[in-house]
């Protein structure tokens, strides 16, 4: 409606002129009203109107004559408006000349309270010009800087047609200092497509770039929550590839005192692009699992830890014990849990899981029920070349907290594994399929503890994983260095892997390795395509996307399942029990023991060998521990 009105182009002098002469008549007519007190039987005369009727034709001749209807009243000046003062005064002149020496003889006198009507119009016709020029003026000024203001906004849609949606494009047309301006809404599903909604339209995804096109669209805003997970990822990817931004806002049930702020914007992430259907948990089972027992959770400064702690706080602890020998990032989440969980019962205790005794010390004084076991060595790169410590960690670590968990009668242990478990080409792979080994025929030996296993792929923006490092490079101009450009990993958000980790310790019995859906592998270039782009950068041009080779030990494609394994539904859509092969306790602990003397006094190739003895499906390959003869003369 402001473009209609305001535009560039001045409207018809003629107009103008015709507006002038309107109030010129109109302020004759009330000054004669004035002038006769308002007795209307004696004013509408014939000598009332033709005196009206003649002022109006010399005030028009004289507007005309000066030129007063040619200028754009937007425009108007202090020049201007003395020129009206002027014409309005020359045709107050003209019009009592004309009466005296004109009309006075013919019609044998003039009413003498015309002059003084005469007067009183001067004051009054010039104030209603002079107001009318001034108020258009300021007019089409607010209107000007409005619409100034209006174009300098940034333009977006909005994804999604709902009640949130619609919530959304309230809030962010109420607070005009986000500096947004709706322009409608994304939404693919056929009863709502161009449709409008609170006078904005409803446009499918496909759309989106002719809109970036014809309305310079900025950004597309989405609800952190939306339930239309896939037909969200369509939009986010064409957005993308348009160029346009997109950013994310928290759920209505979040805003600040009920208003959406503009801190709470958060530019869309990768993890956001590779976020699946919201998972749907059994909380029930879980509260009935956790609520008021003792919890052990090592490792719990890392990324999995952590958040597993996060989670476990939900459902009231009688307290958590946080375990790991990282002191300052065991610190900084104490500080975290102190603010966001105010009154959290949680115990610190600093220690390498290597050390029996100061297990033993933790056990005795905590007396945990349950043990979520995520403390490891992950990094494959550097568990290559330390593969003794490796195996300390990962499978000596393992033992002696699984070994205490039955000494103290734990009710539940659930171990954090990795689907580098299966069929590994690495020490680290192969150090948690032992591990695996050693937990699962402990759990079938003995009743007392029920240990169970979790295993999934990579989660995104775990410490030194491939998205925070990505992001890095990205940051200092490139190039973003991957290994091989066909290489592919399963990939899950944090709280994802952590919910099916919650769930699969409520529905476990013991001995389950629980294997979860991590829907379909990524290509690891496409994912630094969609990194660069998301940080409005282009593939190659801007940042140059280099494939240094695969390193050692490392896999072209991870898998969840061995040969020899297959898996079994559960109750959980999302989670699977693997049926693993079965050893038996004595074995494996024997082996073990073997494989720990190695590990504290033999060569790096003798470990690894006999890592490999362990696990025949162990196919190393690191030439150094493949084909040893050869390393020998690199």
Request: glycine share 4%; proline share 3%.
């Amino acid at each position: 409606m402001k473009k209609l009105i305001y535009n560039e182009k001045a409207y018809s002098r003629w107009l103008i002129l015709m507006i002038d002469q309107v109030i010129v008549a109109w302020a004759l007519l009330t000054s004669c009203l004035i002038v006769n007190r308002f007795e209307y039987l004696d004013f509408f005369t014939f000598s009332t109107l033709w005196y009206v009727g003649l002022y109006s034709a010399i005030a028009l001749t004289v507007f005309v004559t000066m030129r007063i209807h040619t200028g754009i009243i937007r425009y108007s000046s202090t020049e201007d408006i003395f020129r009206v003062f002027m014409a309005v005064m020359i045709a107050s002149t003209l019009f009592a000349a004309v009466s005296k020496f004109v009309i006075m003889p013919k019609l044998n006198g003039v009413d003498q309270w015309i002059y003084l009507a005469l007067l009183l119009n001067f004051f009054v016709s010039t104030s209603v010009l002079i107001i009318f020029r001034i108020s258009i003026k300021h007019f089409f000024a607010y209107l000007k800087q409005d619409l100034q203001i209006e174009n300098s906004r940034e333009v977006v849609l909005i994804y999604g047609s709902d009640s949130s949606s619609i919530l959304m494009k309230r809030a962010l047309e109420s607070r005009r200092e986000t500096g947004l301006r709706v322009l409608g809404f994304i939404d693919d599903r056929q009863d709502k497509v161009n449709k409008s909604i609170e006078q904005k339209k409803v446009y499918p995804s496909s759309c989106i770039a002719s809109l970036k096109t014809k309305h310079a669209v900025q950004k597309l805003v989405v609800m952190d929550d939306y339930h239309d997970v896939k037909g969200r990822h369509e939009a986010i990817e064409k957005c993308i590839e348009s160029g346009i931004k997109v950013v994310s806002v928290p759920p209505s049930g979040q805003w600040l005192d009920g208003r959406l702020m503009l801190k709470q914007f958060r530019e869309i992430r990768i993890e956001d692009l590779l976020q699946r259907e919201p998972i749907i948990l059994n909380k029930s089972n879980i509260f009935k699992e956790v609520r008021g027992k003792r919890v052990l959770v090592t490792g719990a400064a890392g990324s999995i830890g952590s958040e597993i702690v996060r989670q476990v706080l939900s459902y009231n602890p009688k307290f958590v014990v946080l375990f790991d020998q990282a002191e300052t990032p065991l610190h900084e989440l104490q500080l975290e849990l102190e603010d966001r969980y105010l009154g959290a019962a949680t115990r610190i205790f600093m220690a390498n899981i290597q050390n029996e005794r100061r297990l033993r010390t933790m056990f005795e004084l905590y007396q945990p029920e349950i043990v979520f076991h995520a403390a490891a060595c992950k990094h494959v790169p550097m568990m290559e070349h330390n593969p003794s410590e490796a195996v300390l960690t990962n499978v000596c670590g393992t033992k002696n907290l699984a070994d205490l968990a039955v000494e103290y009668q734990v009710k539940k242990f659930v171990m954090i594994s990795t689907d580098k478990a299966v069929n590994p080409t690495n020490v680290m792979g192969a150090s948690k399929r032992i591990a695996e080994m050693y937990t699962q025929s402990l759990s079938n030996y003995q009743y007392t503890t029920r240990f169970i296993t979790t295993r999934f792929g990579n989660v995104l923006g775990s410490n030194g994983s491939v998205v925070p490092r990505f992001k890095s490079q990205i940051e200092k101009g490139g190039p973003i260095t991957i290994t091989h450009p066909e290489i592919t990993r399963f990939f899950m958000t944090i709280p994802e892997a952590v919910q099916l980790v919650m769930e699969a310790s409520a529905i476990g019995n013991g001995g389950e390795i629980f294997i979860f859906d991590m829907g379909e592998p990524v290509k690891i270039v496409d994912l630094a395509v969609n990194m660069i782009k998301l940080a409005g950068l282009s593939p190659d041009t801007d940042i140059p996307i280099v494939f240094t080779g695969l390193r050692p030990g490392e896999k072209l494609y991870e898998e969840l399942l061995n040969k020899e394994e297959h898996n079994i539904p559960t109750d959980h859509a999302k989670i699977k029990i693997s049926k693993v092969i079965n050893y038996q306790f004595s074995y494996v602990q024997a082996e073990i023991e073997a494989l720990l003397l190695l590990a504290k006094n033999s060569s790096d190739q003798m470990l690894v060998r006999k890592m490999m003895e362990i696990v025949p499906e162990f196919k190393s390959t690191n030439v150094i521990y493949s084909q040893p003869e050869i390393a020998e003369l690199l």
